[in-house]
């Protein structure tokens, strides 16, 4: 199983990136994929989650309205779109597997990739 993170980077404050999650090794379609981040010396905290069709998703409020999670289920890839960014939004970021219907309480990690907000 692999979740591979990428797209993080430097922007200034009001800028946009866009991270993407490539996976392998499980049924994409039988899992959510949700979007955490770690800043330093803080908790690991949910941003962004889509369902496993990409019809449902759910965002935090610190990101809602800036934030756009997203999924391409034939090419079993991720996106986070982040615009608006702050610099309260640097952290590491990390894509995240959660299983449902037969796979539920299985749960994959990538390693993260780092965003840096800062003029």
């Known amino acids: 199983v692999q979740l591979q993170a990428s797209g993080g980077g430097l922007v200034q404050p009001g800028g946009s990136l866009r991270l993407s999650c490539a996976t392998s090794g499980f049924i994409f379609d039988d899992y959510a994929i949700a979007w955490f981040r770690q800043a330093p010396g803080k908790e690991r905290e949910g941003v962004a989650c889509?369902?496993?069709?990409?019809?449902?998703?759910y965002y935090s409020d610190t990101v809602k309205g800036r934030f756009t999670v997203s999924r391409d289920n034939p090419k079993n890839t991720a996106a986070l779109q982040m615009d608006s960014l702050k610099p309260e939004d640097t952290a590491v970021y990390y894509c995240?597997?959660?299983?449902?219907?037969?796979?539920?309480?299985?749960?994959?990690w990538g390693q993260g990739t780092l965003v840096t907000v800062s003029s």
């Open positions: 889509v369902g496993s069709s990409g019809e449902r998703t």
């Open positions: 995240n597997a959660e299983g449902i219907r037969r796979y539920r309480g299985r749960q994959f």
